[in-house]
C-alpha cells in the first residue's frame, strides 16, 4: 500500500478543529490505519488548540501526516518559534494545560523542531505494520492475504506475486476470489445472499471491536 506524506494549510480558528480530525479520520481509514485514527485525531485537536491559545487566532499553520518507518507521524507547523509547547502537570480542576499531557499520554513519542521561520510540533504512533508499506499485523488480514497469494498464483504466470501487483490489481483479484466462492456455493446449493448477509455481519461485529469502518458488501 502506498502511504504517500501529505500535508494541509489551515487558519487557526476553532472551527477548523473539527475540519482537520475528519480529514486525519478519512486518510488514517484510506491506508488501513483504523487502530490509531482516534489517538491521532486526540492529538491533532491538542495540537492545533495549542497554537490557537498560545501563538493566536488566525494564524497560518500547517498539518502533515506521514509514516516514519512503522510509526504514524503528526506534525503542525506554525510561524512563532517562541511560543514552545511544554509538559505541563496540571491539576484536575485547571481549564488549561492539559494538551500536551495528554498527547503525552496518547502518542508514542513527541516533540517540537525548531527552523528559522517555524516551528513544528510532531508526535508519532506505533501502527502495528509489519513493513511501511504493508498491512498491519493481524490474524485475519495475514490470512485473507495468504489466500489471496494463492489464489493469484493460480491465474497468474508464474513469474509474477501478489507483492508485485498493484492496489488496484489486488482488488480486482478479491472481486475474483469472492466471485468464484460465489459460484461455487450455487453449484453447491446454499444460498449466496444469506452468506453474504451473515459474512457482512460478522464482519461489522469484528470491525465494530477493533475501531474499524466497516463497508457494505453490495
Not at 151 to 178: C, F, H, K, N, W
Not at 204 to 210: I, V
Request: proline share 4%.
Amino acid at each position: 500500500m502506498q502511504r504517500k506524506p501529505w500535508d494541509l494549510a489551515f487558519t487557526a480558528e476553532p472551527a477548523e478543529v473539527a475540519a482537520l480530525r475528519r480529514t486525519v479520520r478519512q486518510h488514517l481509514g484510506s491506508w488501513g490505519l483504523h487502530d490509531v485514527i482516534d489517538q491521532a485525531q486526540l492529538c491533532v485537536s491538542e495540537l492545533v488548540s495549542n497554537v490557537i491559545t498560545h501563538v493566536g487566532h488566525g494564524t497560518p499553520a500547517t498539518l502533515m501526516v506521514a509514516m516514519n518507518g512503522l510509526h504514524l507521524r503528526v506534525e503542525v507547523h506554525d510561524p512563532d518559534t517562541r511560543a514552545l509547547p511544554t509538559l505541563v502537570d496540571a491539576d484536575r480542576d485547571s481549564e488549561s494545560g492539559r494538551g500536551m499531557a495528554l498527547v503525552d499520554a496518547v502518542a508514542d513519542r513527541w516533540g517540537v523542531q525548531l527552523h528559522p521561520d517555524r516551528k513544528v510540533t510532531w508526535c508519532e504512533f506505533a501502527t502495528g505494520l509489519t513493513a511501511p508499506d504493508g498491512h498491519v499485523a493481524r490474524g485475519d488480514v495475514t490470512r485473507a492475504e495468504a489466500l489471496l497469494g494463492i489464489y493469484r498464483a493460480a491465474r497468474l504466470p508464474r513469474e509474477q506475486s501478489l507483492r508485485g501487483l498493484s492496489m488496484t490489481t489486488a482488488e480486482e483479484a478479491v472481486i475474483d476470489a469472492i466471485t468464484d466462492f460465489l459460484h461455487w456455493l450455487r453449484a453447491h446449493g446454499c444460498d449466496e445472499e444469506e452468506i453474504l448477509d451473515r459474512a457482512q455481519t460478522r464482519f461489522e461485529a469484528q470491525t465494530a471491536e477493533t475501531g474499524g469502518l466497516p463497508c457494505r458488501i453490495q
